[in-house]
C-alpha cells in the first residue's frame, strides 16, 4: 500500500510521523476534492477541501487534536473558534489537553449575536479579561473566517497570537494573519494533502 510522504511544517511539530501520515492521509482520502468549485471566500479553485468527515469522526478528530494541542500557546488558557468548522476542534482539543493533564477550555464564536437572552457572540467557559487564546481554524484560504474568530475575541478583551489550522490553501491566509500581528501554524500545507491524493489514486 502507498504511504505519503509527510513533512512537518515546524521544527516545533512534535505530532507522531506515523499518526501525522495517518492524518495526511485521511485528509487526502476524505477531505479533499479535485474539480471546479466556489469557495466560500468566493473565489473559483480546482482544489476542494472539507475536513468536516474528518473532524466529526471520533478517530479523525483524536489525531487532529492530538496535533493541534502541540501548538496551542503554551500560556493560553482556552482554544475558539468560529462556528461551525471549529466547533468539534476546540472540543477535541480541550478534551486532549484534560487528557495529558493541561487545563484547557473551549470557546465557540458565533458568526453573529445571540438574537435572545444575553446577546452573546462566545459561548463556553468565558476566562477573564487578558486572558490569552488560541483560534483553531480546519481550512484557512484568504484568513477571514479566522480573523472574525480574533477580532471578536479581541473586542471581548482577550489576547490572541496564533491561529491554527488544519489546512493551509496557501492562497493569501498566512498574509493576512501576518498583517494582523497574527502568527499562523498550519499542520499541511494545500499542497501536500493534493499531491497526497493524486499519489494515492
Same mark, same amino acid.
Given at each position: 500500500?502507498?504511504?505519503? #510522504? ?73 482554544? #475558539? ?121
Amino acid at each position: 500500500m502507498f504511504v505519503c #510522504a509527510a513533512s512537518p511544517m515546524t521544527s516545533a511539530f512534535r505530532f507522531d510521523d506515523d499518526a501525522r501520515r495517518s492524518l495526511l492521509e485521511r485528509l487526502a482520502r476524505v477531505a479533499y476534492r479535485h474539480g471546479q468549485f466556489t469557495l466560500a471566500s468566493g473565489r473559483e479553485s480546482e482544489h476542494y477541501v472539507n475536513c468536516k468527515p474528518v473532524s466529526l469522526s471520533g478517530s479523525g478528530l483524536a489525531l487532529i487534536s492530538r496535533a493541534m494541542l502541540d501548538h496551542v500557546d503554551a500560556q493560553a488558557v482556552a482554544v #475558539a473558534g468560529l462556528t461551525l468548522g471549529a466547533d468539534p476542534l476546540v472540543s477535541g482539543v480541550a478534551m486532549a489537553a484534560a487528557l495529558a493533564n493541561r487545563s484547557l477550555d473551549a470557546l465557540i464564536v458565533r458568526k453573529q449575536a445571540k438574537g435572545h437572552g444575553t446577546g452573546a457572540w462566545l459561548e463556553g467557559p468565558l476566562p477573564q479579561k487578558g486572558a490569552l487564546i488560541t483560534v483553531l481554524e480546519d481550512v484557512v484560504t484568504t484568513g477571514g473566517s479566522s480573523l472574525k474568530a480574533v477580532h471578536q475575541l479581541q473586542e471581548a478583551g482577550y489576547v490572541v497570537n496564533r491561529v491554527i489550522t488544519i489546512v493551509d490553501r496557501e492562497e493569501g491566509g498566512a498574509e493576512a494573519m501576518a498583517a494582523a500581528g497574527l502568527d499562523l501554524v498550519s499542520l499541511f500545507r494545500l499542497t501536500e494533502v493534493s499531491n497526497c491524493a493524486r499519489e494515492l489514486s
